[in-house]
């Protein structure tokens, strides 16, 4: 070897390592770059098919959009139910599922978009993934809107919500009904994959990239699947997908509250639950031996012994997402603890 060329040798390699890494990055920058695109593409598709509905009621820091049925003129009504929808929704899930329903029978019902998602304000940003947050927004905009005492309808995630109110704002509250509600912490600790990392700076600047890049592109390319895996062992009912809106919960600020909501979730169930004893209206707790989602044994059935008075219907074979599944049996629930409501009242 002649002197120099083992130099030589080592700045050949040197040059082909800093091309080997620029290119590397110019094809992370061009596949940022394409995410970005997509997800601004996808975010306008999706708000463009999905525009806002309802009216939106107006509060300090911003507005709750609601969607509204009623009886219709000249009907008397046989009281207000207000629907507050789980995680990866918008108020159109309960609407769609029953709220109709519920107004064809008379009622005058309530399907918000609670703060963040479908077409309301992320009012109070992150403080809002409370449910004590939420449950005095939604108080606030039921106050605007002269409603209450109300049944208050609360899914999944909003079975907590729906008990917060109860608790904190018992003169919005004429009755509870629970649908396959998230209600206790859970053996095993926090939801896996929402351990609060994004809550560190390098975590907060990574999911913001994530949000704005691949979020969107990869949940809508697995959307139905994540759809049917909710669902079961029940099918997925054809046009849920698209009659129930779901695609709005793919825009960036809409994933992130949903993940801030889930990550809160399990810290605030372990300092509410002791005060399930407080409730003082009628409730119903309904659930599916079958959820594999939120387990019946783990929530519904403690809250039903927790509850003064309380009325457990467990469904045989019924899953996560029984309004949808076990209408009829959910809206005669709801009717009856209306009707209990009106009693109590009176």
């Known amino acids: ?17 800093i091309g080997l890494v620029g290119a590397l990055l110019a094809i992370v920058a061009a596949l940022l770059a394409a995410g970005f695109a ?11 098919r999905y525009p806002p509905a309802g009216r939106r009621v107006a509060l300090a820091g ?12 000249g009907r008397p009504s046989r009281g207000t139910v207000v629907l507050l929808h789980g995680a990866s929704a918008n108020g159109m ?27 309301s304000d992320r009012i109070a940003g992150s403080a809002a993934a409370s449910q004590a947050v939420q449950a005095r927004l939604i108080a606030e905009a039921l106050g605007a809107l002269a409603v209450g005492p ?43 994959g929402y351990a609060g990392w994004y809550r560190s700076v390098p975590g907060r600047a990574l999911l913001a990239l994530a949000t704005h890049t ?22 997925l009912p054809p046009g849920y997908v698209d009659e129930a809106r779901v695609p709005l919960v793919l825009r960036p600020a809409t994933f992130l509250a949903n993940l801030q909501d889930l990550d809160g979730l399990y810290g605030f169930l372990a300092a509410q639950s002791p005060r399930y004893p407080e409730i003082a209206v009628p409730t119903t707790i309904v659930a599916g031996d079958a959820d594999p989602v939120v387990r019946t044994p783990v929530h519904a059935e403690p809250m039903a012994r927790a509850v003064p008075g309380a009325r457990l219907v467990v469904l045989p074979g019924i899953g996560h997402m ?15 603890v209306a009707a209990r409501g009106r009693v109590a009242a009176d």
């Open 93 to 119: 899930d309960p609407m769609q599922a029953f709220g109709r329903r519920l107004a064809g029978d008379g009622f005058r019902v309530l399907a918000f978009d609670r703060p963040g998602f479908g077409w």
């Open 62 to 73: 911003g507005a709750l959009a609601v969607l509204e049925a009623g009886p219709g003129e």
């Open 38 to 48: 997509a997800t601004w593409f996808i975010t306008r598709q999706v708000e463009a």
């Open 150 to 192: 109300a049944t208050i309808v609360g899914h999944s995630w909003s079975g907590a919500l729906a008990a917060t109110l109860a608790l904190d704002h018992p003169e919005r509250v004429s009755g509870l009904v629970l649908l396959a509600p998230a209600l206790y912490p859970w053996p095993g600790g926090a939801v896996p």
């Open 322 to 336: 029984l309004h949808y599944t076990a209408t009829d049996a959910v809206v005669a629930e709801i009717e009856a």
């Open 214 to 235: 691949v979020a969107a592109p990869l949940g809508l390319s697995y959307l139905d699947r994540f759809a049917a895996a909710v669902f079961r062992p029940d099918p």
């Open 1 to 17: 070897m002649r002197p120099g060329d083992d130099g030589r040798r080592r700045t050949r390699v040197r040059r082909v390592l």
